[in-house]
């Protein structure tokens, strides 16, 4: 066996077996042999058939060492609790890191932006851009624009204008109650109230003032309601 398949079976992880699963893998070593083929000597003949049979074998091993790295991997990738969501998420990375990088996905993006600068320069594109803004300029200056910006604007003044005088009525309202002669009588007496019930507290007395707004007879006790 040549050097490149002595280095394979060295690095192997399982090291001393492929020698005996080698006898159970049955080889193909071609045809039967009948005649010479015509241009070679018997020889060359030999010669070629010494490295098929050579050839083969390699196979075998390669194949051998690849089902016991790919075990050796499993292993590796279960022991770091790696899923095979996780490998299909990394080939899947790989692989779009491998398109974007490949000569076809260049040259399609070259391709596009060189199509996109075409489009974008035609006469038909800026024409078509120019249209466009003569149409914008024209809807802008057109009566009915105008009129519709100008309604626009007024109801947002009437708008304004109304939620303000609202505000104004309830102000007013407000401050004619106050100045009402019932709600200038209602203060009153609260005022009056107040102070009789402060004066009763500062004379050592807990008694409130009776309603009727006499303060020298005090509240009976168990009065009826």
Same mark, same amino acid.
């Given at each position: 066996?040549?050097?490149?398949?002595? %280095? $394979?079976?060295l690095n192997s992880p399982n090291k001393g077996l492929l020698s005996d699963t080698m006898t159970d893998v049955p080889v193909d070593?071609?045809?039967? =042999?009948?005649? #010479?083929?015509e241009g070679l000597t018997?020889?060359?003949? /030999?010669? &070629? =058939?010494?490295?098929? *049979?050579?050839?083969?074998?390699? $196979?075998v091993t390669l194949r051998q060492v690849l089902a016991a790295k790919e075990r050796h991997c499993g292993e590796l990738k279960r022991?770091? +609790? &790696? *899923?095979? &969501? %996780? +490998?299909? !998420?990394?080939?899947?990375?790989?692989?779009?890191? %491998?398109?974007?990088?490949?000569?076809?996905?260049?040259k399609t993006s070259e391709k596009l932006g060189e199509w996109n600068e075409k489009v974008t320069q035609s006469d038909l594109y800026l024409s078509a851009s120019n249209t466009l803004?003569?149409?914008? /300029? !024209? &809807?802008t200056h057109s009566e009915a624009y105008k009129k *519709?910006?100008?309604t626009l604007s007024q109801a947002g003044q009437k708008t304004s204008a109304a939620l303000s005088n609202v505000g104004s009525a309830i102000s007013r309202k407000l401050g004619d109650m106050r100045n009402s002669a *019932?709600?200038?009588?209602?203060?009153d =007496?609260? +005022?009056? #109230?107040?102070?009789?019930?402060?004066?009763g507290r500062e004379n050592g007395s807990d008694n409130l003032p009776s309603p009727t707004g006499s303060s020298d007879k005090p509240l009976q006790d168990h009065a009826p309601f």
């Open positions: 066996m040549d050097p490149a398949s002595q %280095d $394979i079976n070593t071609g045809t039967a =042999r009948t005649s #010479i083929p018997e020889a060359e003949e /030999e010669e &070629l =058939r010494s490295e098929l *049979t050579k050839v083969e074998e390699e $196979i022991k770091l +609790g &790696l *899923t095979p &969501l %996780d +490998g299909l !998420k990394q080939n899947l990375s790989k692989s779009w890191h %491998d398109v974007q990088v490949s000569n076809a996905y260049v803004e003569d149409w914008n /300029e !024209k &809807l *519709t910006q100008e *019932t709600f200038k009588s209602f203060e =007496r609260v +005022g009056t #109230i107040k102070s009789k019930v402060v004066g």
